[in-house]
């Protein structure tokens, strides 16, 4: 069996990749020819292995939990930022939102796989889907909605291990440069501001 104990003083040697044959005889390419190795295959540049540094970077990586396991334990309120909890579903806030009023409807339950979710716990979802939609339009005027989820990391999903739908507000012209040069969106609330003009109405509704 390995033993993870002592950090051994004698780590080994570094390694390189062995420049490839594809890259090595690249430089004596010219024109499009070199451009187009260059722009494929750069990873293969400078690429350092250090496997053994693994096990040392997770130790540094603090385990927090899962953040809407944490706000559906908290309970509905300005600081976990749930609006609204029923059954098996919580609607929250998204603490960094696309735009004012980006919403997240969840199963209360922790999972990340869509097929695990009951028939009973989708019709929920798909409710506050509604409710959430007629309230945005309502209190917030915005003109259309993006609703969807991104199922697993590779799809691009922060949490991927706790489903969660998005639903987010849009207003005509609400994109502007900002957050394409300087990956900032410009919001015109803060977040305790439209919680608060959110809530009542949340709170009013029983699924
Ligand atoms: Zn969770």
Excluded at 88 to 97: A, E, F, G, H, I
Aim: proline share 7%.
């Amino acid at each position: 069996m390995k033993k993870y104990g002592k950090i051994s003083k004698k780590s080994p040697p570094l390694k390189r990749r062995k420049p490839s044959k594809r890259s090595a005889p690249a430089a004596k390419k010219t024109g499009w020819a070199q451009a187009l190795l260059k722009a494929v295959w750069p990873q293969e540049r400078d690429f350092m292995e250090r496997p053994e540094r693994y096990r040392y970077v997770r130790k540094l990586l603090p385990d927090t939990g899962c953040v809407f396991c944490s706000a559906a334990e908290e309970g509905a309120g300005p600081d976990s930022l749930v609006l609204a909890m029923s059954r098996n579903v919580m609607v929250l806030m998204n603490k960094y939102p696309y735009n004012t009023g980006h919403l997240l409807i969840l199963p209360r339950a922790h999972t990340g796989e869509l097929w695990k979710l009951s028939d009973a716990v989708s019709a929920e979802i798909s409710g506050w889907l509604k409710v959430a939609a007629k309230i945005l339009t309502d209190e917030l005027g915005c003109a259309g909605l993006n609703l969807g989820m991104n199922h697993g990391a590779v799809a691009g999903a922060g949490i991927p291990d706790h489903l969660h739908w998005h639903i987010v507000p849009r207003w005509g012209g609400d994109t502007n440069f900002f957050p394409l040069i300087a990956e900032t969106k410009v919001l015109p609330q803060t977040l305790e501001q439209t919680y608060e003009r959110l809530r009542p109405h949340f709170a009013e509704i029983k699924l």
